[in-house]
């Protein structure tokens, strides 16, 4: 049955919020230094669950769509991520992040022939103004390598997130598939590029197993399965407002974990992208169509008798 629209932006939105936890799950679970290698563990496993669940490859022009969006929402954006939360604060990588609905906004606009509304626009400056007051920190160390790095990822998710939204999926396959083939096809850069640049993986510990299982199963396979599905029912931009709520959660876990304690701008950060997120829910306006003049109709002649 199809949910509602409030039903499927709450659902989608656990996607974003499992991505939340990735910086805690990452700083306290897994091996450090192994950017490349975190992003194959995660996205390879995932993937082979999917496929092995769905039993579907792709077919004819999809695998060519399948590998674009595999580079873009995985291969690419995987690495990039990494790079930008090693080399920046995360207050900072996640304000650059919060450009995203802005991003995907002005893509719409030539690749979907969607004109984001004032509504759209302004919610998606409060959200990147929101995000900034809650997790920035004054004097906060600035990397060109990671800006540019986090502008890239950021960039590529807001491509991929468009370029779902127009192709959808083919006939017969399911999100589980669609999202098997991504992770796939992510992975098919990402294990050899882990395997050539960082080396052999270290012996794990079952902590680690458990941090990667928990990626694996809830923050990718799970997470871009809810994902997808909230691109498809809901548009591109609504659900690019639904990444907001990453680092709401990333703070949260903070609080909880961490024993770390909220500002008064803080707060009024907070409620600016949540805020944020709610304005952007707001379905996308598609043009009007023009309505043609009406055609003059002559007057009838008068019949004489």
Same mark, same amino acid.
């Given at each position: *049955? ?22 805690? !799950? ?44 595999? *580079? ?31 991003? !995907? ?51 590529? *998710? ?118 944020? *997120? ?28």
């Amino acid at each position: *049955m199809r949910g509602t629209r409030a039903g499927v932006a709450v659902t989608a939105a656990l996607a974003p919020a499992a991505w939340g936890t990735t910086y805690l !799950v990452t700083t306290e679970l897994l091996p450090e230094g192994r950017p490349l290698l975190l992003a194959a563990l995660r996205a390879l496993p995932a993937g082979l669950l999917l496929l092995l669940i769905g039993r579907k490859l792709p077919k004819g022009r999809w695998w060519g769509r399948a590998a674009v969006l595999g *580079m873009l929402n995985i291969g690419l954006f995987f690495p990039l991520t990494f790079v930008g939360a090693y080399r920046l604060p995360g207050g900072v990588a996640a304000t650059i992040g919060a450009i995203q609905p802005l991003l !995907v906004a002005g893509l719409s606009i030539g690749v979907l022939g969607v004109r984001p509304g004032r509504r759209a626009l302004l919610a998606g400056l409060a959200g990147v103004g929101g995000v900034a007051l809650l997790v920035l920190k004054s004097g906060a160390r600035l990397d060109g390598v990671g800006i540019a790095a986090m502008v890239g990822a950021i960039a590529l *998710m807001a491509t991929g997130t468009v370029l779902t939204r127009r192709w959808g999926r083919p006939e017969g396959a399911t999100l589980l598939d669609l999202t098997a083939w991504q992770l796939l096809a992510g992975s098919a850069l990402l294990v050899p590029l882990a395997g050539f640049v960082e080396g052999a993986p270290p012996a794990l510990s079952a902590t680690n197993l458990a941090g990667f299982a928990y990626l694996g199963v809830f923050s990718t396979a799970l997470g871009y399965v809810l994902w997808f599905r909230g691109i498809e029912r809901l548009g591109a931009g609504p659900a690019s407002f639904l990444g907001l709520i990453n680092p709401v959660v990333a703070t949260a876990g903070g609080l909880v974990v961490l024993g770390q304690t909220l500002t008064g701008w803080q707060l009024l950060g907070l409620l600016l992208a949540l805020s944020a *997120m709610f304005a952007g829910q707001a379905p996308a306006r598609q043009p009007k169509p023009a309505v043609p003049p009406l055609t003059p109709v002559a007057p009838a002649t008068p019949v004489t008798r």
